[in-house]
């Protein structure tokens, strides 16, 4: 054998390249997604989620109220029309959305979950109001069945958190962590990317609320971990902001995966949102209890 | 970069199909790296299994600041040195690597592909670990000597004299080779 002139050369050129035979292939996946489903069931029985969670807590109900058909009529209320609109309209640049959405620092949105319970003949629906102040905080407010359920009050800027339970009349109030604190939940933002990072297909024009949008739709089948999922964007023409987003998916709840059906719509993109918005204002009668 | 994203988005959201993306996509690799810092496929196995095992369990918290495959990357890191620490390197032999990693397995077992990567495993595994170390995460797996100085909690400094002693050893090694 030859003494090799540059060792370091020598040594890159025999990387090994294994090939993962099926037993380790096997073994890895089938304890993988036992520890995954594991760990999902586990955080499903806590009652007052981290602050990781609160994005998951309001996309995965907990509410047994609403009908499967929330969700259409929803979509016939709002009046979507898929067919509206001329074929002269102007597009929507669809590269500058993203671009757009990160330089704005506040939005407030409005977000409604359905869950089905196939074989239960049962669904859970809830829906979240979240205002999200950028730097200085974030809160949500989420009602099942029209009644205030939690209030998460995520004040960044002074790392401190609350949330409040109006029926239970308790709250909880604890520091965030830097990581809790920098880390930002933020749906709208996170589906428009992974949406227009795809190859999507286009809707056309439509009409929703009296706007004039154009539509895309990533069958998620085509997406990296694609679970038959598809995501629609519908952003409005004029401003190039997105104005609703549907998702349909399967989501973890109570140990499985189960079919949602998600909307995110009534944004207001770069309000002014008064301060006063995150001040938890909590009534002296509430038992301050201990976070989980 | 972005697709590492959007499954570590889904991963979180509990999608099985993302987290089999992840394995899929980075397995050989990391199984590379476990097969070159313990010279046992076996074993190396088994440090991929536990990394994913424990991966899988972060789902719903898991952030992704770097690089997922450096990250991924520097956990098999762990855990084989971990492995190691339990076990008795001195018979790593050529023997010892020819065996682990015979072509004359099945397809249902992982297998070094090449006869010029087992001749190197066999010479790293004659290295002392930390140096082994050094020189696998650098030149193989890209991760920079302030990241594996993190990794092994010394300085830089003596990250770089590692790497050098690492393979004027290893140089040293294919020397006597030449000369036998």
Not at chain 1, 26 to 34: M, T
Not at chain 1, 94 to 103: R, T, Y
Not at chain 1, 181 to 199: C, G, M, N
Request: charged share 30%.
């Amino acid at each position: 054998m030859r003494l090799p002139e540059n060792i370091e050369r020598f040594v890159k050129n025999r990387k090994p390249h294994v090939t993962a035979g099926a037993d380790i292939d096997n073994r890895v996946l089938d304890d993988s997604f036992a520890a995954m489903e594991e760990t999902m069931r586990a955080k499903s029985v806590v009652n007052q989620p981290s602050i990781r969670r609160i994005i998951m807590k309001s996309r995965i109900t907990k509410l047994a109220a609403l009908a499967a058909a929330a969700v259409i009529i929803i979509a016939v209320l709002i009046g979507v029309n898929y067919f509206g609109g001329s074929v002269d309209m102007a597009g929507v640049a669809w590269g500058g959305v993203i671009e757009k959405i990160e330089q704005i620092p506040t939005v407030v949105y409005k977000i409604t979950s359905v869950t089905s319970y196939p074989g239960e003949n049962r669904e859970m629906s809830t829906k979240s109001d979240i205002y999200d102040g950028g730097a200085y905080g974030r809160r949500m407010d989420m009602y099942k069945n029209g009644v205030l359920s939690v209030q998460k009050f995520i004040l960044v800027e002074k790392k401190i958190a609350y949330f409040i339970w109006p029926k239970k009349k308790q709250y909880t109030r604890f520091a965030l962590t830097d990581d809790q604190a920098t880390t930002k939940e933020d749906l709208p933002r996170q589906y428009v990317k992974s949406i227009l990072s795809e190859d999507y297909t286009k809707l056309g024009h439509g009409n929703i609320n009296g706007i004039e949008v154009e539509g895309v739709e990533v069958n998620k089948s085509k997406l990296p971990g694609g679970d038959k999922d598809v995501i629609r964007l519908w952003v409005d023409i004029e401003t190039n902001l997105p104005i609703r987003i549907e998702l349909e998916c399967m989501m973890m709840e109570s140990g499985a995966q189960r079919p949602t059906k998600q909307v995110i719509d009534d944004f207001q993109w770069d309000v002014e949102i008064d301060t006063s918005v995150f001040e938890p204002n909590i009534p002296g009668d509430f038992t301050q209890v201990e976070p989980r | 970069m972005l697709e590492d994203k959007i499954l570590v988005f889904r991963f979180n959201r509990g999608s099985r199909e993302a987290l089999r993306r992840i394995y899929e996509k980075y397995k050989d690799d990391l199984l590379g790296l476990a097969v070159a810092l313990s010279n046992d496929v076996s074993l190396a196995e088994d440090v991929v299994h536990d990394v994913f095992v424990s991966f899988a369990q972060s789902v719903g918290t898991f952030n992704l600041t770097g690089s997922l495959k450096s990250y991924l990357s520097t956990c098999v890191a762990n855990r084989a040195r971990d492995r190691n620490r339990s076990m008795n390197r001195t018979d790593s032999t050529l023997e010892a690597a020819d065996e682990t990693s015979s072509d004359v397995i099945g397809p249902e077992r992982s297998a070094i592909c090449n006869e010029e990567s087992k001749q190197l495993i066999n010479l790293l595994s004659k290295l002392p670990y930390d140096q082994c170390e050094v020189i696998v995460l650098h030149l193989h797996h890209g991760l920079k000597f302030r990241r594996i100085a993190k990794l092994q909690s010394v300085s830089i400094n003596t990250i770089q004299s590692r790497y050098r002693y690492g393979l004027d050893k290893l140089r040293c090694m294919l020397d006597g080779e030449v000369k036998t």
